[in-house]
């Protein structure tokens, strides 16, 4: 079973900066995908931006694109989102999210992945 802890969530002004951190338990980070997806109020949740497991691939949404960036390091079981540039509409709450596969490419479908973390709440004020 992997637990994954979120941090780093928070309230900032818009055209600000955050930067959330993952971290995941066990021994086998490294073998793995992660995304992270964002939850607004009365919307769908969405996948952000996600990372292959071996951190060489990316892939960030067209509304994030040039302003979050994502990285991970194995060495620390952690998997971090800094977020530039921030704007009302990237409220929502943030979960970070494992593959249920190792090795498995980093897909944007949430039922592709198996472990979630509790969420972090990110409000940006106009």
């Known amino acids: 079973q992997v637990q994954l802890v979120e941090s780093g969530g928070g309230l900032v002004q818009a055209g600000g900066s955050l930067r959330l951190s993952c971290t995941a338990s066990?021994?086998?980070?490294?073998?793995?995908?992660m995304g992270w997806f964002r939850q607004a109020p009365g919307k769908e949740r969405e996948c952000v931006v996600t990372i292959s497991w071996s951190g060489i691939s990316t892939y960030y949404a067209d509304s994030v694109k040039g302003r979050f960036t994502i990285s991970r390091d194995n060495a620390k079981n952690t998997v971090y989102l800094s977020m530039n540039s921030l704007k009302p509409e990237d409220t929502a709450v943030y979960y970070c999210?494992?593959?249920?596969?190792?090795?498995?490419?980093?897909?944007?479908?949430?039922?592709?992945?198996?472990?979630w973390g509790q969420g972090t709440q990110v409000t940006v004020s106009s």
């Open positions: 066990g021994d086998t980070f490294s073998r793995y995908a």
């Open positions: 999210a494992q593959v249920a596969k190792q090795y498995y490419i980093a897909t944007q479908e949430a039922g592709d992945y198996g472990y």
